[in-house]
């Protein structure tokens, strides 16, 4: 039987989908069969990180370094550390992330801006077969920014340590995934609230709060931007998303090795992997 059901929509987060395109059984364990890797400190210092950000952009938290940290207090879950210690050094580099993203924000004045904003609509794609796919396409971006002619900005913060290359970046998959539910009216909704329609994508950056810009600037965080995805856009979504849907489909989820895998959370159960090898035989 089909792990997801042949008469239905496929469902694929934008942000797995740079997953999917890399390692398609590191994908299923972590999509489909909901292994969990090794992050319980990672999802608490994202997780507080994203609600205060969110919280400012919104204008119902002071962006204020001391408001700021007076709400990191209330929000922080120790719960999710191994030790006090490592509970306490993250604490500090929260505020240090908060302090880059304080920054960012305060000197991106005369925006129209917008914090988490979802979308969840069915889409068809031709996918490389071609055969004609439905796609739930459902996801919220951190940060949207909106320009009198209706070019939509996207941001998405990063709150881990790793750091992708800015020709990665350029080719990233889940800010493509983002700029496409734009290119495809998916936040039209949002055109509804400003009165500018219709809305198209207008580029994608990366803003990795837990690094400095470099260069001398300590200020603010690193940020790589990727652009508009425009007259390439379906020849992408039939590469990406539809090699993606027909990976899914015909559930032929092959590891592969790379780069990638430094981060991977399968290490135990991946058969290419030593220590994988050993668990499963
Ligand atoms: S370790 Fe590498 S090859 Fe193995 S599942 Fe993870 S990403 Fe795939």
């Not at 936040?187 to 803003?207: K, S, W």
């Not at 508009?228 to 020849?235: A, F, I, N, S, T």
């Amino acid at each position: 039987m089909p792990v997801d059901r042949a008469d239905a929509p496929l469902y694929v987060r934008g942000s797995s989908l740079e997953l999917l395109s890399k390692c398609g059984l590191s994908w299923f364990l972590q999509q489909r069969a909901h292994a969990e890797g090794a992050r319980g400190s990672a999802v608490v210092f994202g997780s507080a990180i994203h609600a205060l950000i969110d919280g400012v952009t919104r204008g119902e938290l002071d962006a204020t370094p001391e408001s700021m940290t007076a709400r990191l207090r209330e929000v922080w879950n120790e719960a999710g550390y191994d030790a006090a210690w490592q509970s306490h050094r993250d604490f500090e580099q929260a505020l240090m992330a908060i302090g880059r993203f304080l920054h960012w924000h305060t000197a991106r004045t005369d925006v129209r801006v917008a914090s988490e904003v979802g979308f969840d609509r069915v889409v068809e794609i031709l996918t490389p077969s071609g055969r004609g796919e439905l796609l739930r396409m459902r996801g919220t971006i951190d940060r949207i920014e909106i320009a009198d002619d209706g070019t939509v900005a996207v941001f998405d913060f990063k709150t881990s340590r790793g750091v992708i290359t800015q020709a990665e970046a350029r080719e990233h998959a889940q800010l493509r995934y983002y700029q496409y539910a734009v290119a495809r009216g998916l936040l039209d909704a949002r055109a509804g609230e400003t009165g500018i329609a219709p809305l198209r994508p207008g580029g994608a950056e990366l803003v990795y709060l837990r690094l400095d810009a470099g260069r001398g600037d300590t200020s603010n965080p690193k940020t790589l931007g990727q652009p508009p995805l425009e007259g390439e856009r379906e020849e992408w979504a039939t590469g990406v998303l539809g090699g993606g849907l027909d990976i899914v489909r015909s559930e032929a989820y092959e590891a592969v090795k790379g780069k990638h895998c430094s981060f991977c959370a399968m290490h135990l159960v991946c058969p290419l992997q030593p220590e994988g090898r050993v668990e499963t035989a």
